[in-house]
């Protein structure tokens, strides 16, 4: 259903542009739920919002295409683009507290894609925002209610509630449990995969925590500065991560059955993707990195659907 | 965040309480409706035709029965102060109105495109401000009345008064619509589809019109002083009776050589008042839809 190929992704700056996202392609099938995981930084959101060209100004695509159901996004017309945008591709933004307008109802914002993209009736449209406030799980007569009246994990809910407006097939969601505390985490996560099997949506979701992804994906992509390092099914992730970045990430994380130790962080930063480092970018932070390391290493098909980019797989 | 961005939603009688603890606000709202009484009751609380000459009573000092006493041609002053309070708030809310629509429809726009079109209407904005609008309206209305259009001379003081008085206004809103606009929601509203003006009008302009609606009672009174500026300048309408008008006639008959100052103190106290009281209730909105200038109550 979405083919991205070859994207790249460049922010312009004070001396030449900010490769935040390098060289990116993955696949997506009707129904199936991405994750896309990386460090702060690495161009995890660059990559989602250029899916929809929901870019700042001073980002632009520079090359690559984003084929959703075999028409190029890149080279879609605005109006065109508008009208695939929420009615096809929605997104639940990073940060649900900034993302709700502070004076107008809850109701009134879910209803606006639905006012916007379809020739409904404000009093359909406002039955249907209701629907989907009762939907994503909050009592429908809040739907009268402003933002501030929610707390964090309901306004959440509500962000989910407004990207279905339009019933789109693919959803990405953008952080969607971040600054959430661990119980309201895991209720959302159980609202995502209910959504998922309910509505046999296409999921992308990013994130930094693998957690949310191994409870809620099928497919996993780990990118690392600016390019994707390893793509694999949620299994194999987990179980046999090829990539010394993907292994270091799930190290990173403790395990509630193993040792009382402190999970290992990865030693140094990440690059400075206005000059990255020429070959493999993650080589200076790599224990494994030799003189090979310093040319691209070139994305490897290990068995089936699992890819990795590095010479030493 | 941002106090200014607290929803003015709370409902009439919520907004009260809140208003009605600021002695200020209260003292201000008691004096602009006192004014508005007496504008709409002018035709029976007045005592005589404010138009009416007695020549056999003329320079008489307050008395019981010319309470503010009587001009140089006869009038009764007390009659024509309450004439005068229609004109003050007629041109006072009228120019106002069009102040703030201009004001705030510039500052949208300036402060939504910052590119070409945002440092153009910012340029216009600074010129507005910069410029001493007493001598443009005097130019402006010179202007108007050497043309000889049938628009009464009242109305050609509105105009000119609002037209000179928006940049204020649109200097506020505009750096208000830029934190706005970079604000996520209006992201999200771009990204569900809504076009540039649905942008402005339903998602920023609301969250700036508590700023839009203290800034407007500041603006009367401004307006209500310009007016007066011009009148007393002669540059008004001298058939109609307004408290610059009577300013203007005690001036040009030397009222304050001949002592009549019963002539004089009447208007000029009702002007501070009228001015005072819109100004306090303004400041009151200010400071209610702005938490950060509330004193704190224990």
Redesign the interface.
Known sequence: MLDVHNLRTFYRADGGYVKAVDDVSFHLDEGEALGLAGESGCGKTTAALSIVRLLPSNASIMGGEVLYKGQDIVKMSGRKLRRIRWKEISIVFQGAMNALNPVKRIADQIAEPILLHEKVSKEDAFQRARKLVEFVGIDKARAKDYPHEFSGGMRQRVMIAMALACSPRLVILDEPTTALDVMTKTQIQELVKDLQKRLTLSTILITHDLSVIAETCEKVAIMYGGQLVEYADVVSIFEKPLHPYTSGLIRAFPNIYGSRELPLSIPGSPPDLLHPPDGCRFAPRCSMADKECSEAPPAKTVSGNHYVACWKR | ?SGT?????RSLSQFWRVYSGSKKGVLGLILVLFFFAIAALAAYVSPFDPRLIDPGRTWLPPNSVNWFGTDWFGHDLFSQMIYGTQVSLIVGMFATLISIIVGTAIGLFSGYYSKMLGEFLERVIDFFLVIPYLPLMIVLVAIFEAMETPIPILWVIIFVVGITGWSGTARIIRSQVLTVKE???V????????GDF?IMA??IL??V?PLVFANAVLTVAGAVLAEVTLDFLGLGDVTTISWGMMLHFALSNSAVYRGAWWWIVPPGVAIILLVMGFTMIGYSIEEISNPRLRGRKA
Do not use: D, T, Y
């Open positions: 965040m961005l607290i929803p003015f939603r604000r996520q929601f992201e999200r509203a771009r990204a569900v589809g809504a649905r339903k998602h609301p969250n019109f």
